[in-house]
């Protein structure tokens, strides 16, 4: 028997070599027929009405596009009934059925074995030969077992259709800023880092004086970028470049390449050490938000490798007459690269990295570029080459045709009606139908988060994370270094409320210099309140410089993650106390902060009635909670398909905490994704909810929704949905109403 592992390995191989799709599934198909021996090897997809397209065939007779209807012919019955089916004759089968130019009928035997991906048919397998004899046991076990794989392989090949792999192809990515751009490939590579070898120092003394050098330079250029976007989008993302240049002076940057240096590296290859470090400590984290971070120091690090290059931005030349403009692709499109061009003509942003919280992204969003994360690189794309991003759903169409296009300016002209609307909403209250109003907050934890959130009608910070300042560091932050960072927030939010988390460090959120022992299960070990109450003497000084950045004004409300026990509210009661008896006596005017919990633990739900008296407040962190509630890990690739935030066991148990929450009269909100999800929040209305957090670049449409229905039909929604046992039906049921209120533009 043939070796899957091997063999998988080499047509992997193989492919990678292949730019274009059309030859990589050809490829795909001919090694097959020559593993398993056979005349033909068919590869067919399903598409969106379930009907099966051939894709590419090794053996039959060209005949242009073939689509067998859903369900019928020996294809549909392997479909449909999810294992193979392995014949020596296959015309004698009643469900045969014959696709006429092909010459299929020169072929006697059939073996169709389905293309499965998280539980889904996907796509068919067929081999067939000229011989009326079944394939061996051997090789029907072979081609079960590779198909498994081959479903991972040819997952993102489009199924709209025979030659269609050279038009209208779409690849799915992340949504990073919505909207819809058609425009031309500008590619936006230049020197990366991270591909830089160790070599040698020859003069140690220089490579440092060049490296201090290379820091002023790109404090230059990052000065003269925020100049030039400065006029177009004010100060709402000035924070970037705040983050950046804090970056720049960060000593931990600094002395980790001077330390590279000196044990013997050239400066290109102690700058990607240094820059790697931090990049990694941040990838390794679960935390979408944290996660995100890596991308920027890696953005940082380019940038700074470009200046050492003596690189410069080329500003590019849109094509002639196609009153189309520009987009702007590559592994990690930078601030700078978008910073060369006027907004004006960049019609869109693709990434073959990244997600949706990258700095990228971020900026997208606040110039109103549409984008998309996160595609995995895109094989031969050019300059020049036509394409469509659609930030909408998250996804780049390829080689798009005419008629393709029109329909896409169809949105866009839609869209920009929309955004009017919006931003005439700004400075309206977020109040419903009948006139109850919602509070809307946004999430932040960067500076650069902080003015997008007051541009969009925020009405405070629901959730402040405090992690980042920690996690830049070779040492923990001191108290009056955290007071600045602290401050800055405070005074951007002027007399608004701003919800600060307390350290959510631990398990998956390493510091470097802290290294917690490796667990076995970050995700229920050594995390969040756990950490901290074990560290005191962090908690301690944190506390400290929150209340006194806060100072006399009632701004401050400190929330407390992962509590799953009353002894950890009475602890965290206790310091506060002392923490505030102690500035006093030191001489500083403060206020005593509002104390809440989050709900992001199952554990928390039951005990609401027990903490009633010891909490001001109580967050429901919807992230964490529907995670732990539904045992899956959204970031885990096999299982993000069943993550759902509507799953019914979620909703229902956020309602017994809402109901608990009313009973024991405690103020509540909710933050996460939940917030800022459309289909969501009409439930969360229902249910009582009357504060939610969210990001920035969301606000805006959730207050339109707010605005466009009312509560008795959020309960009466509510009630219908609460019935339903499966996230399908949820989501249909809210997709229709959504659809009644006009609501087609949310997304």
């Known amino acids: 028997m043939q070796n899957v592992i091997l063999e998988l390995t080499r047509i992997q191989k193989e492919i990678l070599e292949i730019a274009s799709p059309q030859a990589q599934v050809r490829k795909i198909v001919d090694s097959i027929s020559a593993v398993v021996g056979t005349d033909v090897c068919t590869l067919y997809l399903m598409d969106e009405n379930r009907d ?33 089916i392995n014949l020596a004759r296959a015309a004698a089968h009643p469900r045969f059925y014959y696709v006429a130019g092909t010459e299929e009928e020169r072929f006697q035997s059939f073996c169709g074995v389905p293309l499965v991906r998280y539980g889904k048919v996907i796509g068919v397998l067929v081999v067939q030969s000229r011989d009326a004899n079944a394939l061996s046991p051997e090789n029907e076990a072979f081609l079960v077992t590779l198909s498994s794989q081959l479903a991972l392989l040819v997952n993102e090949i489009p199924a709209n259709g025979y030659g269609a792999l050279s038009g209208n192809v779409r690849i799915p990515g992340v949504k990073g800023s919505s909207g819809v751009g058609i425009g031309h490939v500008q590619l936006c590579d230049g020197g990366e880092l991270f591909a830089v070898p160790d070599s040698p120092c020859t003069d140690t003394a220089e490579d440092i004086r060049q490296w201090h050098q290379l820091l002023h330079t790109v404090r230059l250029e990052i000065e003269a970028e925020q ?20 970056l720049l002076a960060d000593p931990a940057l600094i002395t980790r390449v001077e330390a590279e240096i000196l044990a013997g590296n050239w400066l290109p290859g102690a700058l990607r050490k240094g820059i790697q470090f931090f990049s990694e400590l941040f990838m390794a984290m679960e935390d979408p938000y944290l996660h995100a971070r890596h991308e920027d120091i890696h953005h940082l690090g380019n940038k700074l490798y470009k200046a050492f290059l003596g690189m410069d931005h080329a500003h590019a030349q849109l094509p002639e007459h196609t009153g189309e403009g520009l987009i702007l692709v590559g592994t990690q499109v930078s601030i700078s690269d978008i910073a060369s061009l006027p907004p004006g003509q ?31 690189r895109l094989k031969g794309i050019h300059n020049e080459e036509r394409l469509i991003v659609d930030g909408n759903i998250g996804q780049v169409i390829r080689h798009p045709n005419d008629m393709l296009c029109a329909e896409f300016r169809q949105i866009i002209d839609q869209e920009k009606e929309f955004q009017n609307q919006l931003a005439e909403l700004r400075d309206e209250a977020a109040i419903t139908q009948d006139h109850i109003e919602i509070s809307l907050f946004t999430n932040s934890g960067l500076l650069a988060d902080l003015t997008p959130g007051l541009k969009n009608g925020a009405q405070g910070i629901g959730l402040y994370r405090t992690e980042i300042p920690f996690m830049v560091r070779d040492s923990f ?49 050594w995390r969040g309140i756990r950490f901290s109450l074990d ?12 209340v006194r950045a806060a100072q006399d004004r009632h701004k401050l409300n400190i929330l407390l993650p992962m509590v799953s026990s009353t002894s950890e509210l009475d602890t965290f009661t206790e310091l506060l106390a002392e923490a505030c008896e102690q500035l006093r006596i030191e001489g500083y005017l403060i206020h005593k902060p509002r104390v809440g919990a989050m709900i992001e633990v199952p554990a928390a739900i039951s005990q609401i009635p027990f903490w009633a008296s010891r909490l001001d407040f109580i967050s429901i962190g919807s992230n964490d909670l529907s995670q732990y509630l539904l045992a899956l890990d959204r970031n885990n690739a096999r299982v993000a398909g069943r993550y759902d935030h509507i799953h019914p066991a979620v909703i229902h148990e956020i309602f ?54 009312s509560l008795g039909q959020a309960e009466a929604i509510l009630q219908r949905a609460l019935s339903l046992d499966n996230v399908e039906a949820i989501r249909s049921l809210l997709a229709i109403e959504l659809k009644q209120l006009n609501a087609d533009l949310i997304k």
């Open 52 to 84: 099966m397209v051939l894709i590419v065939s090794h053996g039959l007779r060209d005949t242009g596009p073939i689509k067998i209807p859903a369900g019928l012919g020996l294809v549909g019955l392997v479909a449909q009934s999810r294992h193979s």
């Open 227 to 246: 100049q030039a976007l400065g006029s177009i989008i004010s100060d709402s993302i000035a924070g970037i470049f705040e983050s950046y240049e804090k």
């Open 346 to 376: 960049i019609a869109g942003i693709v990434c073959f990295e990244g997600s949706s919280m990258s700095h990228t992204a971020v900026l997208a969003n606040a110039l109103g570029i549409p984008a998309v994360m996160g595609t995995g």
């Open 477 to 525: 932050p001191s108290e009056e270094e955290q007071v600045q960072v602290y401050h800055h927030v405070f005074d951007v939010y002027q007399d608004k409320p701003v919800y600060m988390r307390t350290l959510d460090i631990g398990g998956d959120k390493q510091l470097p210099y802290f290294p917690i022992t490796n667990e076995d299960n970050p995700a229920l070990g």
């Open 535 to 546: 560290n005191i003497q962090l908690l301690m000084t944190q506390v400290r410089a929150m």
């Open 656 to 709: 017994r905490i809402v109901n608990s929450a009313r009973q024991y009269q405690l103020p509540l909100s909710l933050c996460g994704e939940m917030a800022s999800d459309p289909m969501a929040v009409i439930l969360l209305l229902g249910m009582g909810i009357r504060t939610l957090s969210m990001s920035a670049v969301k606000l805006p449409r959730i207050k339109w929704l707010i605005r466009s229905l």
